[in-house]
């Protein structure tokens, strides 16, 4: 890919494998409930949608303050093992050293909160190595709105047309596009399944990390 002057990626389900200590957590949580866990192959596929999205998926239906405290909890616990057995996409290590190779900066994009976010960087140790790192937080907005990924940019010191962004959620794709990156779309995360020819289009598509070399070649 001609001109590229960065990469921007999501996390979870990107960079990072955290289903196993985000099920866990769930897992936790119903246990404390008297409810029996759950496997880790029928919940991934939530973990795209964050603490909401899993404890909906995992949990009872329940009043709204009942589901608050349980994402209270749930939270607690998840920041707790937050690295516990959680890694790196096999693959992605080697993205990110031809990356800083090229001298080509790259950084991350996620709705997970700072919090959260910067110990597991710390524990993944990416902390130093990311050009810039924007949370769920550090706005007043989140994918799918293009404000975050306009941030990044700006940090970056990079225009959004020579920027590739790339992640495994519709609303990756749709941030990217509306803040005017290019976009690649990473099917091998956790909410692909919910991509549609519509969303695909104008978008590379990354079906394992080794494809990211194409785009440097």
């Known amino acids: 890919m001609t001109n590229l002057s960065a990469v921007l990626f999501d996390l979870d ?16 949580l119903r246990s404390s409930e008297g409810l029996p866990p759950l496997e880790n192959a029928n919940m991934s596929r939530h973990v795209s949608h964050g603490a909401a999205g ?29 690295y516990r057995e959680s890694r790196l996409y096999p693959g992605i290590p080697e993205v990110l050293d031809a990356l800083e190779r090229l001298n080509v900066p790259w950084g991350i994009v996620t709705n997970k909160i700072e919090s959260l976010t910067l110990p597991i960087l710390q524990s993944a140790g990416l902390a130093k190595r990311a050009a810039c790192v924007v949370c769920g937080d550090t706005l ?11 941030f990044a940019c700006d940090q970056l010191g990079v225009s959004p047309v020579n920027t590739l962004f790339a992640g495994d959620d519709v ?24 991509f549609s020819t519509e969303h695909l289009a104008g978008s590379v598509i990354i079906k394992r990390p080794d494809d990211f070399y194409r785009l440097l070649e």
């Open 13 to 28: 389900g990107t960079l990072l494998d955290s289903a196993p200590d985000l099920i866990a957590a769930l897992n936790w």
């Open 54 to 82: 899993i404890l909906k998926a995992g949990m009872p239906a329940t009043t709204e303050n009942k589901f608050e405290e349980w994402k209270s909890v749930f939270l607690d616990q998840y920041a707790s093992v937050g």
């Open 140 to 150: 007043n907005r989140n994918k799918p709105d293009p404000a975050p990924v306009l």
């Open 171 to 194: 609303r990756d794709l749709q941030a990217g596009k509306s803040a005017g990156t290019r976009t690649a779309a990473v099917l091998y995360g956790y909410g692909s399944h919910e």
